[in-house]
């Protein structure tokens, strides 16, 4: 009996932990506003990548030797295409540059990769001044990836993408050391190549 009034007890402890904790919602941006202007142009240009969360650390492994990556954002040469460039500073000193042709589905937050039809990229708001989160899955992976218009956001943005990837069932986080100078942006180089 005891034993029963015990488990009754913890079962209504954790309906009420998990009425007051529920995971915040953060809200998917729309492809196009009203006035055709609210998607793309206020994700062009240059962005700082800060930190990743994946269910497992393989997911996350592509990142392992990178110290920081500073991508830019460019409207493409139709109007639902986006080019993004980044240059890639390694923890060894090296730089690798690398660029991707996002297309845009009307009606949709849904970036597709060219060359790539498995990947699939969501946008989603932060509430980080300068910030945006990305959700990437392909084909054997799912990641979020945060991203801020400076190269050192305020550590409580830090921690509250990891409280919400935590909370979406990411165990596996990622912050980029960041303690190279950024990469010198290498947009004109012939080594970028669709990845």
Same mark, same amino acid.
Request: aromatic share 10%; net charge negative; hydrophobic share 35%.
């Given at each position: 009996?005891?034993? $029963?009034? +015990?488990?009754?007890?913890?079962?209504?402890?954790?309906?009420?932990?998990?009425?007051?904790? $529920?995971?915040?919602?953060?809200?998917?941006?729309?492809?196009?506003?009203?006035? %055709?202007?609210?998607?793309?142009?206020?994700?062009?240009?240059? +962005?700082?990548?800060?930190?990743?969360?994946?269910?497992? $650390?393989?997911?996350?492994?592509?990142?392992?030797?990178?110290?920081?990556?500073?991508?830019?954002?460019?409207? %493409?040469?139709?109007?639902? $295409?986006?080019?993004?460039?980044?240059?890639?500073?390694?923890?060894?000193?090296?730089?690798?540059?690398?660029? +991707?042709?996002?297309?845009?589905?009307?009606?949709?937050?849904?970036?597709?990769?060219?060359?790539?039809? &498995?990947?699939?990229?969501?946008?989603?708001?932060?509430?980080?001044?300068? %910030?945006?989160?990305?959700?990437?899955?392909?084909?054997?992976?799912?990641?979020?990836?945060?991203?801020?218009?400076?190269?050192?956001? =305020?550590?409580?943005?830090?921690?509250?993408?990891?409280?919400? /990837?935590?909370?979406?069932?990411?165990?596996?986080?990622?912050? /980029?050391?960041?303690?190279? &100078?950024? =990469?010198?942006?290498?947009?004109?180089?012939?080594?970028?190549? &669709?990845?």
């Amino acid at each position: 009996m005891l034993q $029963q009034i +015990w488990a009754a007890l913890l079962y209504f402890a954790g309906m009420l932990l998990n009425s007051i904790y $529920q995971c915040p919602e953060h809200s998917q941006l729309t492809t196009l506003g009203m006035d %055709g202007k609210e998607f793309p142009e206020p994700h062009l240009g240059q +962005w700082h990548f800060i930190a990743g969360a994946a269910p497992t $650390q393989e997911e996350l492994a592509t990142f392992d030797p990178v110290d920081n990556i500073v991508f830019n954002m460019t409207a %493409g040469s139709s109007p639902m $295409q986006l080019q993004l460039r980044a240059t890639i500073r390694t923890k060894n000193g090296l730089c690798v540059p690398r660029k +991707w042709t996002y297309h845009l589905t009307e009606g949709s937050t849904d970036l597709k990769t060219k060359g790539r039809p &498995d990947m699939k990229t969501e946008l989603f708001t932060s509430s980080c001044p300068g %910030g945006i989160m990305l959700k990437e899955m392909g084909q054997g992976y799912q990641r979020f990836l945060l991203y801020n218009r400076s190269p050192h956001p =305020p550590e409580s943005c830090v921690e509250e993408f990891q409280s919400l /990837t935590s909370c979406l069932e990411s165990k596996a986080f990622l912050l /980029t050391p960041r303690n190279q &100078d950024p =990469p010198a942006h290498l947009s004109s180089s012939p080594l970028f190549q &669709d990845g």
